[in-house]
């Protein structure tokens, strides 16, 4: 009987399932909480209580990497990663938990690889977006419209750049059509990616205005997106 139960607890380790280890210094006896946006609003999905400055917390199987938050209780103190069937940890300090480094998801760290290469772009479109406030604001408008091209120009460098990180099936010549709905989801992808790495963007290029959905909901939705993507890519290359 023993043996057997052994044996059952093996295979059930065995399964995909997700572990998130958390080492926040100064959050002794602080609760966490593990949530995902749905309907516009958080889901809790798990919680933890830090004891000697770590905390644990496992669960079922993940479908697909998807984008999820570490809380703190009573606290605006987060941090958000992508969740995956991998042993994932945090490690930072909870008064600057969105500092914390995640180790573990492949999929994060392939996020952290895209907002590298997004940053120049980014930084460059932050920058234009200040000058072009003032300019509205003198009402100024060769200068928005001038300023206007520029910021096309960038959008198709983010689109491309977004496209060669995405699509892993360019390798072999299963590129998506132009139109499909695997090609919009790249091209929506591209128009929010500067705001989900923090950056100024165009109002009137942003997906929740064109959509009439709350910010929060548009930027988990690509998040969503994005993980999927990557996870049928990382299942089909198994497959190779």
């Known amino acids: 009987m023993f043996v ?3 044996l059952m607890a093996s295979c ?4 995909p399932h997700y572990v998130v280890k958390g080492k926040i ?38 479908d697909y990497p998807d984008m999820v938050y570490l809380m703190a209780k009573n606290s605006r103190m987060g941090k958000s990663f992508y969740l995956e069937n991998a042993e994932i940890t945090i490690t930072g300090k909870l008064d600057s938990l969105y500092l914390a480094k995640v180790t573990g998801s492949k999929t994060q760290s392939e996020f952290d690889s895209l907002q590298a290469s997004m940053k120049p772009v980014n930084n460059k479109y932050r920058d234009l977006y200040s000058v072009y406030q003032e300019a509205e604001k003198a009402g100024n408008k060769a200068k928005t419209d001038s300023i206007d091209k520029v910021f096309d120009i960038l959008q198709k460098e983010m689109t491309q750049i977004e496209k060669d990180f995405v699509i ?3 390798a072999h010549g299963q590129l998506p059509q132009a139109g499909s709905v695997q ?21 009137n290029d942003s997906l929740a205005v064109r959509r009439n959905l709350p910010v929060g909901d548009a930027i988990h939705r690509q998040h969503v997106v994005y993980g999927k993507r990557m996870g049928v890519c990382r299942r089909r290359q198994s497959r190779q």
Do not use: N, P, W
Not at 41 to 52: E, M, P
Not at 183 to 203: N, P
């Open 25 to 62: 210094s100064g959050a002794d006896s602080t609760t966490f909480f593990l949530q995902k946006r749905e309907a516009g609003k958080f889901v809790k999905i798990d919680s933890a209580v830090v004891l000697k400055g770590e905390f644990t917390m496992t669960g079922g199987k993940v």
């Open 4 to 6: 057997i139960a052994a």
């Open 183 to 203: 090609s919009r989801q790249i091209e929506i992808g591209a128009a929010l990616v500067g705001f989900l790495v923090g950056h100024a963007y165009r109002k």
């Open 168 to 170: 892993c099936d360019s």
């Open 12 to 15: 059930k380790t065995k399964e």
